[in-house]
C-alpha cells in the first residue's frame, strides 16, 4: 500500500515562527498536495506539485510556500504563523488524475 | 469553476437501515468524482470513485455511490449502516481535463449510526 508519512502529528508554534510541515511518500507518485482542514470548511487546497521543483497555487496559498526537490517529499513552509493559520494540515499524493488521493495522517498545528 | 455540495451537515441512521449521505457538484468538464471517510483521530480513506461507465460504482466496506449527470449529483448509499460507519464523509470532484490534477472537496457530513 502506498504511504504518505507526515513528520509530527502534533504542532504547537508561536506567532511569527517560521514553520516546517514535512510530508514524505513512498510509491513514486507524481502529484502531491497540501490542504488545510477546518470544521464547515472542509478542505482547502493550499499548494499542489505534479513533479520535481514544480507548484502550483491552490485556493488559498498566502501565507504559505512550498518546496519539491525530490519526488518523495513535499514540504509546505509557514513563512511567519499566525494565529488564523490553526488548523489540521493533510498532505495528499496521487499517481494521476484518474485516481484517488493518498492521504498522511495530518498535522494539528496550534500557533499561540 | 469546479465545485460541490453536501447539503447535510449531519445524518443520523439507526444501525441495519439504510444510509444515504447527497452530494451535488458542478464542473465544466466531465467529472471525475471521489467520496472519501475520515475515522475520528484518523487521516482520509479513499472510499470509490466515478470516471467513467457504469453509473452505479462501489467501493469499500459496502459502499456504493450513484453518477446522476442530469441531477449532478453523485449521492454515496449503503444498503444497511453499522455504528462502526459512524465518520465523516466527504465528497470530492475533479474537473477533467480542464481542472488538471485539482480536487475540490465539500465541507463534508457526520453520520452517526445509533445501536
Known amino acids: 500500500d502506498v504511504k504518505v508519512t507526515q513528520s509530527s502529528r502534533y504542532l504547537v508554534k508561536r506567532t511569527g515562527e517560521k514553520v516546517f510541515l514535512e510530508c514524505v511518500q513512498d510509491m513514486d507518485h507524481e502529484n502531491m498536495f497540501w490542504y488545510r482542514q477546518d470544521p464547515g470548511l472542509g478542505l482547502r487546497l493550499i499548494y499542489f506539485?505534479?513533479?520535481?521543483?514544480?507548484?502550483e497555487k491552490g485556493d488559498i496559498p498566502e501565507g504559505y510556500s512550498v518546496s519539491r526537490e525530490k519526488k518523495e517529499r513535499f514540504s509546505l513552509i509557514l513563512e511567519s504563523a499566525s494565529t488564523n493559520q490553526t488548523s489540521m494540515y493533510l498532505c495528499?499524493?496521487?499517481?494521476?488524475?484518474?485516481?484517488?488521493?493518498?492521504f498522511g495522517s495530518g498535522t494539528r498545528l496550534t500557533v499561540v | 469553476a469546479q465545485s460541490v455540495a453536501q447539503p447535510e451537515d449531519q445524518v443520523n441512521v439507526a444501525e441495519g437501515n439504510p444510509l444515504t449521505v447527497k452530494c451535488t457538484y458542478s464542473?465544466?468538464?466531465?467529472?471525475?468524482l471521489f467520496w472519501y471517510v475520515q475515522y475520528p483521530n484518523r487521516g482520509l480513506q479513499f472510499l470509490l470513485k466515478y470516471i467513467t461507465g457504469d453509473n452505479l460504482v462501489k467501493g469499500s466496506y459496502g459502499f456504493e455511490a450513484e453518477f446522476n449527470k442530469s441531477q449532478t449529483s453523485f449521492h454515496l448509499k449503503k444498503p444497511s449502516a453499522l455504528v462502526s460507519d459512524s465518520a465523516l464523509y466527504f465528497c470530492a470532484v475533479r474537473d477533467n481535463p480542464t481542472g488538471g490534477f485539482k480536487t475540490i472537496f465539500g465541507a463534508g457530513t457526520r453520520l452517526f449510526v445509533k445501536a
Open positions: 464542473v465544466s468538464g466531465n467529472p471525475y
Open positions: 506539485s505534479y513533479d520535481v521543483k514544480m507548484k
Open positions: 495528499a499524493s496521487s499517481l494521476t488524475g484518474a485516481y484517488g488521493y493518498t
